[in-house]
Every structure is written in structure tokens, then in C-alpha cells.
């Protein structure tokens, strides 16, 4: 079951990663780059035990009208305030990955998030390789919460796709 697994998440990896490469600057790409890329972002979802969801079908929750939280991970400042994912709440978490939650943020992030540990939670970030929205769905996922997903495009793949984004006023 594991090794299954396993191997949906390094074929979504590879989706993810293959398919933008392909689009970008195929010729340009060394294969191994991407292969590292997409092993380097299986074994974080392997580790955080969250899912995966993509660009795509993230709008199609959101026109569906899907009860859910969408959880943007980057600075408020920097990149939050200047543009997000309509509807999301904000909640800035490191790039690193977090081996240890202190209190303070698990008490902002279990404040965020709510009780119901069913709920559909999505978190995103900058970029792929950003590991904010890897941290928040990890540590959501330790905290109990069942349905947290990773968007792993982040509102780079949001803007390529041309899809609305907020601003605060």
C-alpha cells in the first residue's frame, strides 16, 4: 500500500514538474533537474501526508462553489496583500521545513483552521518549490485535520493559468 502510493505521488510529481517543463522551455530543461525536482516534492508529500491538488482542479472547486478554506502561506506584505486566490486567509509560515511547530504558530494555525478536522482545507504558497503550503499541510495533517491538500503551483501557476486574484484594499 505504501509503495502504491508512493508511486501516485511520484507520478504526480512528475506530472506536475513534466508537464512544466514542457510548456516553459522544453529544450532547454535537462531531464535530470526536473527528475530531482519532482523526487524532491514526492518524498515532501510522502512525508507530510497530505494530498495534492492541482492548479485546474482547485479553480473547479472554487466554481463549484466547494465548502473549503483555501490557506495562502506567504508573507502578508510581500506577496499576500498584493495578490491572492480569491477567498483565501492568510497564515505566513517559513520556507523551511518545519521539523518542530512551536505554540504560537500551531495555536494561529489551529485558530485558522477550526475544529472540524473533516474540513477541506487547500494551502498554497509561491511556487512549486516553495515549501510554505508544505509546512502548513503537513502540520495541519499531524494536527488531526483528514482532508489537507497541497496546491504545489502556488499563485505562480495561478497567474499563468490567468485565473482572478484579490488584492487587499
Given at each position: 500500500?505504501?509503495?502504491?502510493?508512493?508511486?501516485?505521488?511520484?507520478?504526480?510529481?512528475?506530472?506536475?514538474?513534466?508537464?512544466?517543463?514542457?510548456?516553459?522551455?522544453?529544450?532547454?530543461t535537462?531531464?535530470?533537474?526536473?527528475?530531482?525536482?519532482?523526487?524532491?516534492?514526492?518524498?515532501?508529500?510522502?512525508r507530510?501526508?497530505?494530498?495534492?491538488?492541482?492548479?485546474?482542479e482547485?479553480?473547479?472547486?472554487?466554481?463549484q462553489?466547494?465548502d473549503?478554506?483555501?490557506?495562502d502561506?506567504?508573507?502578508?506584505e510581500?506577496?499576500?496583500?498584493?495578490?491572492?486566490?480569491p477567498?483565501?486567509a492568510?497564515?505566513?509560515?517559513?520556507?523551511?521545513?518545519?521539523?518542530?511547530?512551536?505554540?504560537?504558530?500551531k495555536?494561529?494555525l489551529?485558530?485558522?483552521?477550526?475544529?472540524?478536522?473533516?474540513?477541506?482545507?487547500v494551502?498554497?504558497?509561491?511556487?512549486?518549490e516553495?515549501?510554505?503550503?508544505?509546512?502548513?499541510?503537513?502540520?495541519?495533517?499531524?494536527?488531526?485535520y483528514k482532508?489537507?491538500?497541497?496546491?504545489?503551483?502556488?499563485?505562480?501557476?495561478w497567474n499563468e493559468?490567468?485565473y482572478?486574484?484579490?488584492?487587499?484594499?
Open positions: 500500500m505504501i509503495k502504491r502510493r508512493l508511486l501516485a505521488i511520484l507520478i504526480s510529481a512528475i506530472f506536475v514538474f513534466g508537464f512544466a517543463s514542457v510548456s516553459s522551455a522544453a529544450w532547454g535537462k531531464e535530470l533537474d526536473t527528475e530531482k525536482s519532482a523526487v524532491t516534492f514526492a518524498r515532501e508529500v510522502e507530510g501526508g497530505y494530498k495534492i491538488v492541482t492548479t485546474q482547485l479553480k473547479s472547486w472554487i466554481d462553489k466547494k473549503m478554506l483555501i490557506v502561506t506567504q508573507p502578508y510581500a506577496s499576500f496583500k498584493k495578490q491572492h486566490i477567498g483565501a492568510n497564515l505566513e509560515l517559513p520556507r523551511p521545513e518545519m521539523t518542530k511547530l512551536d505554540d504560537k504558530t495555536s494561529a489551529k485558530n485558522l483552521l477550526g475544529p472540524d478536522k473533516n474540513r477541506l482545507i494551502f498554497y504558497c509561491g511556487f512549486v516553495c515549501t510554505r503550503s508544505h509546512n502548513a499541510a503537513m502540520w495541519a495533517t499531524r494536527l488531526g482532508n489537507a491538500y497541497r496546491q504545489p503551483g502556488g499563485i505562480r501557476a493559468a490567468e482572478p486574484v484579490e488584492k487587499v484594499q
